[in-house]
């Protein structure tokens, strides 16, 4: 069955640095664009990133542009997300997301990210 499995999250000051990161399983990972979402408390999932099967295209919402990378090692069924200069306001809960078929609904449970003095 498809797997989702997120980690790397964590407790940083603001402008400091994270690299979440999922780890898929269950299908053919290069074959699938990926994405990553985000939940604050009390705010709706919102699309964060998002790159193509082979890397070669990507994404950005306009609240993370210049600040977050997406990357993709197909070897390893990975899926990065690169965070630098953090801002209290990237605080939630980061998703691993993978539009496959039938369901279109795969998810991962998510890795908490805390930007705090």
């Known amino acids: 069955q498809v797997q989702l499995v997120e980690s790397g999250g964590g407790l940083v000051q603001p402008g400091g640095s994270l690299r979440p990161s999922c780890v898929a399983s269950?299908?053919?990972?290069?074959?699938?664009?990926m994405r990553w979402y985000r939940q604050a408390p009390g705010k709706e999932r919102e699309l964060v990133a998002g790159?193509?099967?082979?890397?070669?295209?990507?994404i950005y919402a306009q609240s993370v542009k210049g600040r977050f990378t997406i990357s993709r090692d197909n070897a390893k069924n990975t899926v990065y997300l690169q965070m630098n200069s953090l801002k209290p306001e990237d605080t939630a809960v980061y998703y691993c997301?993978?539009?496959?078929?039938?369901?279109?609904?795969?998810w991962g449970q998510g890795t908490q990210v805390t930007v705090s003095s």
């Open positions: 997301y993978a539009p496959i078929p039938p369901t279109y609904d795969y």
């Open positions: 269950g299908f053919t990972f290069g074959r699938y664009p």
């Open positions: 790159i193509t099967s082979d890397g070669g295209s990507r």
